[in-house]
Nanobody, 122 residues
Framework: QVQLVESGGGLVQTGGSLRLSCAAS????????MGWFRQAPGKEREFVAA????????YYTDSVKGRFTISRDNAKNTVYLQMNSLKPEDTAVYYC???????????????WGQGTQVTVSS
């Protein structure tokens, strides 16, 4: 079992920045690929970013490339999502998730956090 707890969400103006954190406990964190997903009201959950267990490979959905950066600190059992140049369309609940391998499908991820709200005002 892996327990995941997100933090760092909040309200920010357009163009602002936030850094989300996801603290993991339980099974060995460093052996898991990690992903961030988001779900806006009335919309399906969508992939945002993923990172391999070593941190050497990262993946992003097109809409956040160049603005968001995923990273991890295996010594702290934490994965981060640095979000810059935020837009109103980034407003959503953001979830971190753990998988045996990085991927863009939520079905590949076995463990999920409870989510943290990000709201970008125009």
């Amino acid at each position: 079992q892996v327990q995941l707890v997100e933090s760092g969400g909040g309200l920010v103006q357009t163009g602002g920045s936030l850094r989300l954190s996801c603290a993991a406990s339980g099974r060995t964190f460093s052996s898991n690929a990690m992903g961030w997903f988001r779900q806006a009201p009335g919309k399906e959950r969508e992939f945002v970013a993923a990172i391999s267990w070593s941190g050497t490979s990262t993946y992003y959905t097109d809409s956040v490339k160049g603005r968001f950066t995923i990273s991890r600190d295996n010594a702290k059992n934490t994965v981060y999502l640095q979000m810059n140049s935020l837009k109103p369309e980034d407003t959503a609940v953001y979830y971190c998730a753990a998988s045996f391998s990085p991927g863009v499908s939520g079905a590949q991820y076995s463990y999920w956090g409870q989510g943290t709200q990000v709201t970008v005002s125009s």
